[in-house]
T-cell receptor, first 110, second 115 residues
């Protein structure tokens, strides 16, 4: 699976949009981009995934660049409960498990 | 059940003892995964099961670790002769199948402390 690069940490003001970047410049055509988050002392939580089109669900939006070499997870109105480590993962169709990197520690500030 | 259930939530054991960790996946999920997370570290893949296929044990760190899944449902991760470096949170996840495009659902984990 392609490797991803994320900033180690980010801050966001409560009520503002949180934009979390992810670089996956070696992604191949059949690999999906997944986002998970892990709130302290809990198991990871699935957020969203996409292949090449932008995706939106009740939790977040995923914007994937046209060349698919990077993506951005958008939390439109961050709350204090969104403080967590956010993992960007690239996974191919034949992959049998998700490989987690170091993720981005997002801190939402009051 | 509604989610992935793991037990116990916390386990303290003496070095050298064996421990068993249990995972109840979501009903109908054929794929089941074990990960561990040491303090301040990322998630480390251990093993996965898919239906009746042979499990992928490629992530198990030593032969002291083993896992089984009975009847395609409940799974047990066993650590023999525990060592202090085995202290971690052990997380179980399940999904509809290994190639599922949707995400995994994780349990809350078992925090293992070896003293």
């Amino acid at each position: 699976d392609a490797k991803t690069t994320q900033p180690t940490s980010m801050d966001c003001a409560e009520g503002r949009a949180a934009n979390l970047p992810c670089n996956h410049s070696t992604i191949s055509g059949n690999e999906y981009v997944y986002w998970y988050r892990q709130i302290h002392s809990q198991g990871p939580q699935y957020i969203i995934h996409g292949l090449k089109n932008n995706e939106t669900n009740e939790m977040a939006s995923l914007i994937i660049t046209e060349d698919r070499k990077s993506s951005t997870l958008i939390l439109p109105h961050a709350t204090l409960r969104d403080t967590a480590v956010y993992y960007c993962i690239v996974r191919g169709g034949s992959a049998r498990q998700l490989t987690f990197g170091s993720g981005t520690q997002l801190t939402v500030l009051p | 059940g509604a989610g992935v259930s793991q037990s116990p939530s916390n386990k303290v054991t003496e070095k050298g003892k064996d421990v068993e960790l249990r995972c109840d996946p979501i009903s109908g999920h054929t794929a089941l995964y074990w990960y561990r997370q040491s303090l301040g570290q990322g998630l480390e893949f251990l093993i996965y099961f898919q239906g009746n296929s042979a499990p992928d044990k490629s992530g198990l760190p030593s032969d002291r670790f083993s896992a089984e899944r009975t009847g395609g449902s409940v799974s047990t991760l066993t650590i023999q002769r525990t060592q202090q470096e085995d202290s971690a949170v052990y997380l179980c996840a399940s999904s509809l199948d290994v190639g599922a495009r949707g995400g995994y659902t994780f349990g809350s984990g078992t925090r293992l402390t070896v003293v």
